[in-house]
């Protein structure tokens, strides 16, 4: 079945630091890709997507590119922000477009 | 445009209850899918409805029921509640099933 592993968190970091949040994930066939971001008692927000190989998702700063090659979703942001502390899920959806299969979270925390 | 909605916000129930969810979809969306989020963890998929049937189920068991109605507005019903089932109940909009948006959730706590 499908299945997706993220990096462990917490994920602590100074403001204007480089972020990288491993995903990797296991699929048959063709999935579609997502970062979600959910901030402390709130749902999940879409953050970006990506449908197909060597695709790049990118949104307010944040930038992840689909490789099929490694079967990795890596999130990445040049420049963190406090506003950016919350918890972010790599999510992946089979080709029958029903379920999303989410990864466990990684808590990214940053500090002024 | 409106964005999914949810309600209650909070629920408490005590074991052996019965409860109703309710979730309004984003205009325009034809499809509600519904995840339980235990504390901690990712969410996990319970059914998808589209256009009024259920599309697919993931592994809950059939105390775990939905309906959608004409509009695409969607109940999650769960008999006899476990302790277990104490968790975040998000329900996510699309149109087909694809880039689904969620909802704020309803926080339930079993006692």
């Known amino acids: 079945g499908n299945s997706v592993t993220q990096m462990e968190g917490p994920v602590t970091l100074s403001e204007e630091a480089f972020l990288t949040i491993n995903c990797t994930y296991t699929a048959t066939g063709y999935p579609s890709l997502f970062w979600y971001v959910q901030y402390p008692g709130e749902g999940l927000q879409l953050l970006l997507k990506a449908t197909k190989a060597d695709d790049k998702g990118s949104n307010k700063g944040f930038e992840a590119t689909y490789r099929k090659e490694t079967t990795s979703f890596h999130l990445e942001k040049g420049s963190v922000q406090v506003s950016d502390s919350a918890v972010y899920f790599c999510a992946l959806m089979g080709t029958g477009r029903r379920a999303l299969t989410f990864g466990s979270g990684t808590r990214l925390q940053v500090q002024p | 445009e409106t964005g999914v909605t949810q309600s209650p916000t909070h629920l408490i129930k005590t074991r052996g209850q019965q409860v109703t969810l309710r979730c309004s979809s984003q205009?325009?969306?034809?499809?509600v899918s519904w995840y339980q989020q235990a504390l901690g963890q990712g969410p996990q998929f319970i059914f998808q409805y589209y256009r009024e049937e259920e599309n697919g189920r993931g592994n809950f068991p059939p105390r775990f029921s939905g309906l959608q109605f004409p509009n695409y507005s969607s109940e999650l019903n769960v008999n006899a509640l476990e302790l277990d089932d104490s968790a975040l109940y998000l329900c996510?909009?699309?149109?087909?099933?694809?880039?689904?948006?969620f909802g704020p959730g309803t926080r339930l706590t079993v006692t």
């Open positions: 205009s325009g969306h034809n499809t």
């Open positions: 996510a909009s699309s149109l087909d099933g694809h880039e689904q948006y």
